[in-house]
């Protein structure tokens, strides 16, 4: 299995508080994302980075933010939760730019917001 | 039109027998495809790319088809323990956007 672990697995919150998500990498790969998964919806990038401090956006960006400050660590924080954040979130790594390249995936973290 | 289309199901299937699921996805300039599966309560794990040959991986065989913009996945001799739900995953040229599918749901019945 690749190398990911996601912190926390399990998260309960209210809504308005500021939540930190954690994906750690040890395959010293360049590319991460953040995706969410929620019924009726297939994964759905958040944002992405394609090295340390280089981050972009994806198709459901509003009321995210991301910083990779170390190869190994990519962060998703919610500044102010709300309730249509509850969700599965998802990271994957991947190694390269090559069209051919998969992505590989975390544990994934289920975060509810009350 | 979503971008990438499938079945959800379930399919329901015996033991043994053969199952077949198809994905169309809407951008003519997609570049690679895959097949993830995803257990329940799991993440997605790569099931298999698809080239444009078609290619196999022991009982799985996946096909694409561009002219008619859809790949496909065919199980043969199933197993209790392909019951998953399959995701059809489609890559753009240069870029790193993966759209994925909201998966097919497969059972196989004993």
């Known amino acids: 299995d690749a190398g990911i672990t996601q912190s926390p697995r399990h998260k309960v919150t209210e809504t308005g508080t500021p939540v930190t998500l954690r994906c750690h990498q040890t395959e010293n790969h360049r590319y991460m994302y953040w995706y969410r998964q929620d019924p009726g919806h297939g994964l759905r990038l958040i944002h992405y980075?394609?090295?340390?401090?280089?981050?972009d956006k994806g198709e459901v960006s509003d009321g995210y933010s991301v910083s990779r400050s170390k190869t190994e660590d990519f962060l998703l924080t919610l500044e102010s939760a709300t309730s249509s954040q509850t969700s599965v979130y998802f990271c994957?790594?991947?190694?390269?730019?090559?069209?051919?390249?998969?992505?590989?995936f975390g544990d994934g973290t289920r975060l509810s917001i009350l | 039109r979503k971008e990438v289309e499938q079945d959800p199901g379930p399919f329901n299937v015996p033991e043994g027998a053969t199952v077949a699921f198809n994905c169309t996805y809407s951008n003519s300039a997609s570049q690679s495809f895959f097949w993830y599966r995803q257990d329940c309560r799991k993440e997605p794990k790569l099931l298999m790319s698809v080239y444009s040959s078609g290619n196999e991986d022991g009982r799985f065989t996946a096909q694409l088809n561009r002219a008619s913009q859809y790949i496909s996945l065919l199980i043969r001799d199933s197993k209790l323990s392909d019951s998953a739900t399959y995701l059809c995953v489609v890559k753009g040229l240069g870029n790193e956007k993966l759209t994925f599918g909201t998966g097919t749901r497969l059972t196989i019945i004993p």
């Open positions: 980075s394609y090295g340390v401090k280089d981050t």
């Open positions: 994957a790594i991947s190694a390269g730019h090559g069209s051919n390249q998969p992505q590989h």
